[in-house]
């Protein structure tokens, strides 16, 4: 089955500055890649996602990053916001139905003004 | 905005009893999910359903669990005989037909003593 590493599992920056979070998945029909922000004590939620086809996707602050080949994408998030702090969560599916979405163990991102 | 269901919110039970946790998808939605985040830790796939059976199911998914999707509206997650080791978090989601986006309910916490 599909395994998802997510790296690092903490990252502190100074408002203002980019924070980059990576993860690499094992199975190579995994087609869909969403990020997920997860705030203390709530419901992880949906940030952005990409798809296989795609190379990079963008909205606003937050962008992503696929390399298939190296099953590896990214999450970079510019101009942070203390509201950014919260713990983000990679993960991986085939998307087929009924399959699982696999979660990456998450990492705290915590930024200081 | 549609969203995801779950009762209880929070439930403490004594080891060895029967849990009920429910959860009212979205109501377009055909895939139904429950995952369990034990605190500080990743989200943790449990099982999938579709077509009202088990698509695919985790290995922490074990003979202890169950999951009946009893009318058109109620998914239901059943812990036979509770362990301490089940308390956690536990999620349940549901997603379209056509969209990858999976959407988390509030979640049900469950202590176990």
């Known amino acids: 089955g599909e395994n998802v590493e997510q790296h690092p599992s903490t990252l502190s920056v100074q408002e203002g500055d980019s924070a980059v979070i990576k993860c690499t998945y094992s199975?190579?029909?995994?087609?869909?890649f969403p990020w997920y922000k997860q705030e203390l004590g709530k419901r992880p939620q949906l940030i952005i996602d990409?798809?296989?086809?795609?190379g990079e996707k963008k909205d606003q602050r937050i962008a992503v990053t696929l390399n298939k080949t190296a099953k590896h994408f990214s999450l970079h998030i510019t101009e942070t916001q203390p509201e950014d702090s919260a713990v983000y969560f990679c993960?991986?599916?085939?998307?087929?139905?009924?399959?699982?979405?696999?979660f990456g163990k998450g990492t705290t991102l915590s930024v200081s003004s | 905005e549609p969203e995801v269901t779950q009762t209880p919110s929070h439930q403490v039970t004594q080891m060895g009893q029967e849990v009920i946790l429910r959860c009212v998808p979205i109501s377009n939605h055909l895939y139904f999910y429950w995952y369990r985040q034990i605190l500080g830790q990743k989200v943790e796939f449990l099982v999938s359903f579709y077509n009202n059976e088990i698509s695919e199911k985790s290995e922490i998914f074990d003979d202890q669990f169950s999951v009946e999707r009893p009318d058109g509206s109620n998914f239901t997650l059943k812990i036979r005989s509770t362990k301490l080791e089940d308390s956690a978090m536990y999620f349940c989601?549901?997603?379209?037909?056509?969209?990858?986006?999976?959407?988390f309910g509030e979640g049900s916490r469950l202590t176990v003593l």
């Open positions: 993960a991986a599916t085939s998307n087929q139905a009924g399959t699982a979405l696999i």
């Open positions: 199975d190579s029909a995994s087609n869909y």
């Open positions: 989601a549901s997603k379209g037909q056509y969209t990858g986006e999976l959407f």
């Open positions: 990409i798809r296989s086809n795609v």
